[in-house]
């Protein structure tokens, strides 16, 4: 049995679609991120970065459980378990690795820096506006190119990559980008939201979304709380 820890964020989202497209058995368990969850003693044992999603499966390698953090960590974690959504070739394998840590090192913190400076920072800071609203733009464009030249990120078949990268871009303009300027990302994303295990998989905890933040909130994800020593 899988137990997934985890919140309605692109991060939690990319698991969550990639256990809908397996078919996987799953229970999830909500870590609200707002709240301050992810500081319990209990979630810090699985995921020692505070940070969601965190998964432990009862089924492990060689029948033991594992436990394991990092988004990435885990669709490479399943898709070994399943042998689904990366190619067997040492070649198709790669492609699909380099988009993975493409979205890893760039896509998600670019657009998440994009995103704190333009909704959630308590004072304009204009050059980090700039910086990381030109630096979501840019990475758009590398998206696009990409997809002007092959159905899916990583070529012609539909693998965790994209299963990282889609729930990055679902809100361009938070990113402050115009989703015009790019019409083959726009193919792609309408191709992937419209798969029926995606639509499952962004209803994972859909009713628990906040649509703005409290001084709480914003304390447990930008504040003191984060930055407080544990043992």
């Not at 965790?160 to 402050?176: K, S």
Request: charged share 25%; net charge positive.
């Amino acid at each position: 049995m899988i137990d997934l820890y985890t919140w309605p964020t692109p991060n939690g989202h990319k698991v969550h679609i990639m256990l809908e497209e397996c078919r996987l058995p799953y229970a999830v368990h909500p870590v609200d991120i707002g709240a301050g969850e992810q500081f319990a003693p209990g979630f810090l044992a699985i995921s020692p970065n505070n940070r969601i999603p965190a998964l432990r499966d009862t089924d492990g390698p060689d029948g033991e459980p594992i436990t394991l953090f990092e988004s990435g960590a885990i669709l490479l974690y399943l898709a070994g378990k399943t042998g689904r959504f990366m190619p067997a070739s040492v070649r198709g394998k790669y492609e699909v690795l380099q988009w993975l840590m493409f979205q890893m090192a760039s896509v998600g913190p670019m657009f998440g820096q994009a995103g704190h400076f333009r909704r959630y920072a308590p004072a304009p800071v204009p050059y980090a506006i700039e910086r990381y609203t030109n630096e979501a733009r840019r990475l758009y464009g590398v998206v696009d190119r990409r997809l002007a030249k092959t159905r899916f990120i990583a070529g012609a078949r539909y693998s965790i990559a994209d299963m990282a990268i889609f729930p990055w871009t679902r809100a361009p303009e938070r990113q402050g980008v115009d989703p015009a300027e790019f019409p083959s990302w726009r193919r792609w994303f309408d191709e992937i939201d419209a798969r029926p295990a995606v639509r499952r998989a962004l209803r994972v905890l859909e009713d628990r979304q906040r649509p703005s933040l409290d001084d709480t909130a914003r304390a447990n994800l930008f504040g003191a709380a984060q930055y407080a020593r544990r043992p």
